[in-house]
């Protein structure tokens, strides 16, 4: 891919990417309903991964390692949608890649919500 070529997805990643690290703790709390706030609010100050019984955020529960698998999953679903397909114009693969974040990251959380038992 030529210099050229590369600016456009690169510029579709790099701001679909921004959109979802703004957004993504929000994304926690709308799926678990766990406390999470806006990063520029409380941020996880009042996740439940802070309490010391009851259930616990399956996003927050594997500390950074866990976090850092559904995040970097979701930019690199993004990555892939920003790129391919080729032939599309690039409101289609902006579109797409800004789709795609919160369709992989919904499919972990329900993986993760599920294998955790947090919705029991």
Not at 33 to 60: Q, R, S, Y
Request: proline share 6%.
């Amino acid at each position: 891919m030529t210099q050229g070529r590369l600016a456009g997805p690169l510029l579709i990643f790099l701001s679909t990417a921004a959109i979802t690290s703004v957004f993504l703790i929000q994304f926690c709390n709308l799926v678990y309903d766990c406390g999470c706030e806006a990063i520029w609010a409380a941020g996880d100050a009042h996740c439940n991964i802070h309490n010391p019984t009851g259930k616990h955020c399956p996003w927050c529960v594997y500390g950074n390692a866990g976090y850092a698998t559904v995040y970097g999953s979701m930019l690199l679903t993004q990555g892939v949608l920003s790129v391919f397909p080729r032939h599309w114009p690039w409101p289609a693969r902006f579109a797409a890649s800004l789709a795609g974040s919160p369709v992989s990251g919904g499919l972990l959380a329900l993986v993760l919500g599920w294998s955790t038992g947090y919705w029991e």
